[in-house]
């Protein structure tokens, strides 16, 4: 059974702090697939990363950065001098191989205090 | 590339009445698309996946004879709410897939519509 927990349901930080989100996953698959998405207010989600299973690398992009730890089943995501911009609800999610679908966590609502 | 959209944004209905969702991929084939609600400040749900051509499979618990889906060509497949009720407010998303295995391709997101039901 495929399950992500993202146990921080909010988040406040003020304006240039870093945060980050955690993401906890379970899966018996040895072959999946990890995604962070953006919601903001207006509702559309917005792709930041995907990485499979194979690539422990850890990722920068900007502000954005991922850490991926196999070993803890763990998938952080962490922003760097957060902006107002970046309040929105954050979204980590799971996919097997050869499964359809997305496995969402519950999400972690971030409000950047300016 | 890769932009999905759907129509209407929003909608508000009568209880009982039926109300159909549109959502097209607009620069790619989408092989595969799928069906997901996200209740208020809840996460997204799927509720089906369709591929282009067959039947949608469901989700346990999504009645299939309530949420019809309609995956005509590959770029463009519909959602149809029959007889709506308030419990089915609730914003609704499509997303689509190049391949067929939606894990293994992205998926990319429509921006959803807002269903009201009165």
Not at chain 1, 2 to 13: L, P, Y
Not at chain 1, 23 to 29: A, K
Not at chain 1, 31 to 57: A, C, H, M
Not at chain 2, 51 to 68: I, R
């Given at each position: ?47 930041l990363i995907r990485r499979n299973s194979f690539d ?59 | ?79 149809t709410v029959t007889s709506a009720h308030p419990e ?31």
């Amino acid at each position: 059974a495929q399950k992500v927990t993202q146990a921080q349901t909010e988040i406040s930080v003020v304006e240039k702090e870093d945060v980050t989100l955690d993401c906890v996953y379970e899966t018996r698959d040895t072959t999946y697939y990890l995604f962070w998405y953006k919601q903001p207010p207006s509702g559309e989600l917005v792709f930041l990363i995907r990485r499979n299973s194979f690539d422990e690398q850890n990722e920068i992009s900007g502000r954005y950065s991922w850490n991926f730890q196999k070993s803890t089943s763990s998938f952080n995501f962490t922003i760097t001098a957060s902006q107002v911009v970046d309040s929105a609800v954050y979204f980590c999610a799971l996919s097997e191989r050869g499964a359809n679908n997305l496995f969402f966590g519950t999400g972690t609502r971030l409000t950047v205090i300016p | 590339g890769a932009v999905v959209s759907q129509h209407p944004s929003w909608v508000i209905c009568k209880s009982g009445t039926s109300v159909k969702i549109e959502c097209r991929s607009l620069d790619f084939q989408a092989t595969t698309m799928f069906w997901y609600r996200q209740f208020p400040k809840q996460s997204l749900m799927l509720m089906a996946t369709s591929n282009e051509g067959s039947k949608a499979t469901y989700e346990q618990g999504v009645e299939k004879d309530k949420f019809l889906i309609n995956h005509a060509s590959l770029t463009l497949s519909t959602l149809t709410v029959t007889s709506a009720h308030p419990e089915d407010s609730s914003f609704y998303i499509c997303s689509a897939s190049r391949g067929l295995s939606g894990g293994h391709n992205e998926q990319f997101f429509g921006p959803g519509t807002r269903l009201t039901v009165l």
